[in-house]
């Protein structure tokens, strides 16, 4: 009666790098077949298979958007240089004291001529003096406006009262 056994090697001994490669391993099984004949050799056949594992790591970022988002490439700048589309908050209007800022913004648009959304106003009021930082917040409309060399300019506020401010945004661009 002839057994048969198996034997799986892999190509790599370390299961947690095989977990997280993305590059092709190999599986070598063996197959050895025994015969009760004590004249015949055993058989040994050797089948190569490729197996591929595939990795996708998947980045996100509040400031990133893909070319469907930001269909005129535009951007804005912060104090800081770097690019931003859709922000959830917007500092740049004052880099040197930032006295005025807008967060929580939620974009319904944005546009290759403007983008628009609502978020909160915070302004500080210089009571007693701005260094206390006594901020007031209000409800604003926000549109971004006046592109110059795909990066917006200006940004305008409209609270529920009405009232409207507009200021030149004063991040970091590259010239």
Do not use: H
């Amino acid at each position: 009666m002839a057994g048969i056994i198996l034997v799986a090697v892999s190509g790599d001994d370390d299961p947690a790098s095989t977990a997280s490669s993305s590059s092709p391993s190999s599986v070598v099984t063996q197959t050895v077949t025994e015969t009760p004949s004590t004249t015949e050799a055993p058989t040994t056949t050797d089948e190569t298979t490729t197996e591929e594992t595939t990795t996708t790591t998947t980045e996100t970022s509040e400031s990133s958007s893909t070319a469907q988002d930001n269909p005129g490439g535009l951007v804005i700048y912060d104090c800081g240089g770097a690019p931003q589309v859709r922000p959830t908050d917007v500092t740049s209007i004052y880099c040197g004291d930032n006295s005025v800022s807008v967060s929580d913004i939620t974009w319904n648009r944005w546009g290759p001529r403007s983008a628009v959304g609502t978020g909160t106003e915070a302004v500080n009021l210089c009571r007693p003096n701005c260094a206390a930082g006594n901020y007031e917040q209000r409800q604003v409309d926000v549109v971004l406006g006046d592109p110059e060399r795909k990066t917006f300019t200006t940004i305008t506020l409209t609270g529920t009262d009405g009232v409207t401010q507009t200021y030149k945004l004063t991040g970091n661009a590259p010239n």
